[in-house]
């Protein structure tokens, strides 16, 4: 791979690379179109919550009802995790990277 140096002088327009962005339809972006993207993106990281929530559970091979028991959270919020409607946070957030990378060991704490 060949390394290029560059360099940039941001009080000569020309030294800046073209085309890294639209100027003008940066400019012309609205706070309503920032606020629809901020909702998009939050919405995909709840998704993407969720199936890591998912996945977690799938692969220790349990329903949304034993999984829920396992490791004594509501069945609803399960539920809301991997549909996308919550995600889970802080000691869950934990809980489940624990399940993912130990599972033997974090059940084995839990019973």
């Given amino acids: ?15 800046l ?3 890294r962005i639209d100027a003008a339809r940066v400019d ?12 998009a ?13 998912r996945r977690v559970r799938k692969r220790l091979g349990l329903s949304q009802a034993e999984f829920s028991e396992r490791i004594d959270v509501p ?11 919550r995600c889970p946070t802080g000691a869950a957030k934990a809980l489940l990277t624990v399940l993912d990378r130990a599972p033997e060991a974090a059940l084995a704490a839990l019973s």
């Fill in 41 to 53: 993106d939050k919405a995909l990281a709840l998704q993407d919550a969720g199936k890591f929530a």
């Fill in 75 to 85: 069945l609803e919020t399960i539920r809301n995790w991997e549909q996308g409607k």
């Fill in 28 to 39: 012309d972006t609205t706070e309503d179109e920032i606020a629809a993207q901020r909702a």
């Fill in 17 to 19: 690379k073209v085309g």
């Fill in 1 to 15: 791979m060949k390394a290029v140096r560059v360099t940039i002088d941001p009080a000569v327009p020309d030294s």
